[in-house]
């Protein structure tokens, strides 16, 4: 069954954690695995301060979680996300076998389901749509203000 009001907390923890990342003039996106109802790691897109195209939001959260765990397999863990993982991300997931995705906003350029939900485990539940316009919203604002200041330079 699913829980709206965890599901609404816990995509409020990762949009705050979306917020770190624009605030580091990072891609705004942020994530949080919860296992049995306990946020066990937190992430962000960490791309410009790693210098490292892999430093996803959900893959620093699969990597935390796991170490947190103390296993790869996350398959009695949630993913919460802003932002529709990539097709690197969904692999990463896939591999995890996490046991459910949610994320708020689509990416109908470079999300996963672009190439359908075969991109994840056969066992992982997906939701999607929580808290979408606020997602949606953070991306937008980020990217306009991106535009923005390249114009006037």
């Given at each position: ?30 994530a949080v695995v ?120």
């Amino acid at each position: 069954m699913i829980d709206l009001n965890g599901d609404v907390f816990f995509m409020n923890e990762a949009i705050k954690e979306a917020r770190k990342a624009r605030a580091a003039g990072e891609v705004p996106v942020g994530a949080v695995v919860v296992a049995k109802g306990r946020i066990i790691a937190r992430a962000h897109n960490q791309t410009q301060l790693l210098n490292d195209v892999t430093a996803h939001a959900e893959m620093m959260a699969i990597t935390s979680a796991s170490s947190y765990l103390g296993s790869k397999y996350l398959n009695e863990c949630e993913l919460f996300v802003t932002l529709e993982p990539c097709v690197m991300c969904a692999g990463a997931l896939k591999w995890s076998q996490i046991s459910r995705i949610v994320y708020g906003a689509s990416d109908d350029k470079r999300g996963f389901m672009r190439y359908g939900k075969e991109m994840i485990h056969g066992k992982t539940k997906l939701e999607f749509g929580v808290l979408h316009e606020e997602c949606t919203q953070l991306l937008t604002d980020f990217f306009e203000e991106k535009r923005r200041m390249q114009k006037n330079n």
